[in-house]
């Protein structure tokens, strides 16, 4: 059974959290700031942890580079209510496998749980569409790696399926793929906006509000 | 000669270090400060031995400006933390050596005093306090520095001068003029920081009101609208569907406040603000939901270019919140650049398109022809039991497209 620890600082989210998980998992610990989470998660060790982006006394970033200085390996999924640019952006470079928004059903927290701990990644149609953001356009620096700085032409397509709303497995259709080969379609584009060191993708959630 | 054979990480304090020049508790250059930390005393101390030597003559300001000059350059060099070891075993000890010392420079200066001041030390230390104020970096920007850079160098100048005066001995009332004016303005350099400070502080005394301002404009609009609405939720909250169309309704509103709000004013220059938009106007009507995506949203549009596709937009959304049964209905919007893309998508009951009687003119009229007159094209693609896409394309006219900045 796949281990998940919640962190949040509203309680009835976490309860309400608790009780929706808790019937397909196992809910091995729970926190509700920065400190008491990388603790937390370096004594209970899930395979999964469901972050909250704003904390009291930081972020879901502060939380991810906590835990990995510790050592500890584990997935995060990061859960939020806020739509913005900068903070989904932030932390999914931080090393998130997945962003949702907090009016997600059940279903599909359960299912992005579930894809996060296999080490697939969960793109929301509004994650989808940073990403096209933040890859748009042909800017390439000379000191840019080609590889991690653009899309190739299928991950664009699959990113804007993702932005349109379709589920990997509709996208696996159009396509005439697999659902594997979207799910690594999807896996190899977070790993670019992790790895990709175009250093607009930085500033890129910033300047986009000032266009 | 053998060094010591031990390894820096064993000894506890470091041997002795260079003084740095102690900015904070600074009153001219934190030289006396410095060495009052060094030594061990008081740093007064310090400051009453400059001054005693500079009544010799001014042999202390010769001093100070050679030491100053020396700890910033040293300082400049110097990384790590600074410990600062007492030199002497007592504070009074410290205290007698250093009167000791300041004594004995007075008494070894003395005789110069009289024909080499005059005519060497005066000017050059004028000139090379003029140039220490100068260089010296205070962290102030542009505009500030080359005031102190002109002043410090007008100051260097009126030593030189003087020192030329001085020379060919015109008259005293002169060089006392000239003397005057330079000290005059070298105070005034000097003070030149705390004028700086003085007026940062009142322009964080305005930002501070600004910020105030600001948070009475947020106080009134989170009163105006998310406090009214929950009394109004509390009201109703026998009548779910109501309910949930208000809370809804707030939260879009309150997230088109807190992320869009430059926008939020000219409506329709972007694409976001104008979906929101008609997404609200659908929500009235329906209990759907929606989630809307956008993509290359620049602020250049022309609002009434893109007025047939939002409206487009709009019977859409409205079409698949009424007809297709789904309660989450995706918008992804992509402003590439020369076309602006639209998808409008429900995983609804669906329809076949064949099937479609031609009473049916909302879609054929009201999207597709609706697209056809502004030069774009729409397509529906739907399928039993599968949803429906709409699927809405507006090239931009090319002085539209050479204005953005992708």
Redesign the interface.
Known sequence: MIRVALVDDHDLLRAGLRSTLSTHFEIVGEADDVPDASEMIATSRPDVVVCDVHLPSGTAVDVIAQTLARGVTTSFLALSVS??AEDVISVIRAGARGYLTK?SDAEQVIDAVTRVAEGDAVFS??L??FV??AF??QLTLPEADPDLDQLTPREREVM?LL????AYKEIARRLTISIKTVESHASAVLRKLQLSNRNELARWAADR?L? | MQSPPFPPSAVAAPRWQVPRLDRDARWVGGVAAAIAREIGVQSVVIRVAFVALAVVGGWGLVLYAVAWAALAFASSRQEGRYVPRPKAATPSHRVAAVALITVGLMVGLLPLTGSVFALVVWPVGFVLSGMLIAWTRSGEDGSIVVVRVVAGVVVAIAGIATFAFSRIEVVDAVLALIVLVTVAGGVAIVAAPSVVRMSRDLDSERLERTRSDERARINAHLHDSVLQTLTLIQQQCDDPVSTRRLARRQERELRGWLYNRPSSDDEGHRLRPALEQAAADVEQHTDAVFDIVVVGDTDDLDAEDVAPLIDATREAMFNAARHSGADQISVFADRGVDVVEVFVRDEGSGFDPDDVASDRRGVAESIVGRMRRAGGTATVTSELGRGTEVELSLPLRVSDAGKVAR
Do not use: I
């Not at chain 1, 932005?163 to 379709?166: E, N, T, V, Y």
């Open positions: 739509d913005e009016a149609p509004q989808a569409g096209l953001d748009a356009g804007r932005a349109r709303g379709f509000r266009l």
